[in-house]
């Protein structure tokens, strides 16, 4: 008597992780009240240095989210890029290295400024920030014309965000009072908050920084 021979799983098909990775360590240490109390007027120098570097882009890096720069700084860091993608294909590794450490210090910046950290911004090292932006073979991994294109392609992204900073502001809010009561910031606002620099950082590198081709996915996590 034969017995049937249970189906064969089907196979699982993996997914390629999205090339760009941005997150944040939770600090498990209690908070400093002090400096979360006044942390806005603490964080004035290095805005005004952020300000100094980037032109308009710290008036919209206050709304959390580098996609819908001023045009100062977006045509700073996008039309060069552009051209030279455009007309001689090619990314080229100090334009690329100033882009990503630029980003990286307004996000430390960001980070304080939204209470995710207590550490004063270092305009040199990573600190708790852990962003990740592979360097392009822009022959084979970008498009010379698609580039033209990215910034309306993404427009589905800068409306989503609009609402993420809205609720960014708000756990902010939160988190402020309950850093200032419990000396901790909420784990799941911690997570959101980052969910949406993460989010924004991929749209950047999509279309300002024009890091990659891949479009950015629809979601907060990794």
């Given at each position: 008597?034969?017995?049937?021979?249970?189906?064969?799983?089907?196979?699982?098909?993996?997914?390629?992780?999205?090339?760009?990775?941005?997150?944040?360590?939770?600090?498990?240490?209690?908070?400093?009240?002090?400096?979360?109390?006044?942390?806005?007027?603490?964080?004035?120098?290095?805005?005004?240095?952020?300000?100094?570097?980037?032109?308009?882009?710290?008036?919209?890096?206050?709304?959390?989210?580098?996609?819908?720069?001023?045009?100062?700084?977006?045509?700073?860091?996008?039309?060069?890029?552009?051209?030279?993608?455009?007309?001689?294909?090619?990314?080229?590794?100090?334009?690329?290295?100033?882009?990503?450490?630029?980003?990286?210090?307004?996000?430390?910046?960001?980070?304080?400024?939204?209470?995710?950290?207590?550490?004063?911004?270092?305009?040199?090292?990573?600190?708790?920030?852990?962003?990740?932006?592979?360097?392009?073979?822009?022959?084979?991994?970008?498009?010379?014309?698609?580039?033209?294109?990215?910034?309306?392609?993404?427009?589905?992204?800068?409306?989503?965000?609009?609402?993420?900073i809205i609720g960014l502001l708000f756990a902010?809010?939160?988190?402020?009072?309950?850093?200032?009561?419990?000396?901790?910031?909420?784990?799941?606002?911690?997570?959101?908050?980052?969910?949406?620099?993460?989010?924004?950082?991929?749209?950047?590198?999509?279309?300002?920084?024009?890091?990659?081709?891949?479009?950015?996915?629809?979601?907060?996590?990794?």
């Amino acid at each position: 008597m034969s017995t049937a021979e249970p189906p064969a799983a089907a196979p699982v098909v993996g997914t390629t992780p999205y090339p760009i990775s941005f997150d944040v360590e939770y600090p498990d240490q209690p908070r400093n009240r002090t400096t979360a109390f006044f942390r806005l007027i603490l964080a004035v120098p290095v805005l005004i240095l952020v300000d100094i570097l980037g032109g308009a882009y710290s008036a919209n890096a206050d709304t959390g989210t580098s996609v819908q720069s001023a045009v100062t700084f977006g045509g700073f860091l996008f039309l060069p890029t552009l051209l030279l993608l455009l007309f001689r294909h090619r990314y080229p590794r100090w334009w690329f290295d100033f882009n990503v450490n630029l980003l990286a210090l307004v996000w430390r910046v960001m980070i304080y400024v939204y209470l995710l950290r207590d550490e004063y911004p270092s305009t040199e090292d990573r600190q708790a920030l852990n962003l990740r932006i592979p360097y392009p073979d822009a022959k084979r991994e970008l498009s010379r014309g698609l580039p033209l294109i990215k910034w309306l392609l993404a427009f589905p992204h800068y409306v989503v965000l609009f609402f993420l900073i809205i609720g960014l502001l708000f756990a902010t809010l939160i988190a402020w009072f309950a850093i200032l009561f419990t000396g901790r910031y909420p784990r799941g606002l911690f997570d959101y908050s980052v969910g949406v620099m993460r989010w924004s950082t991929r749209v950047s590198c999509y279309a300002v920084l024009l890091t990659t081709d891949r479009y950015p996915p629809f979601r907060l996590g990794e």
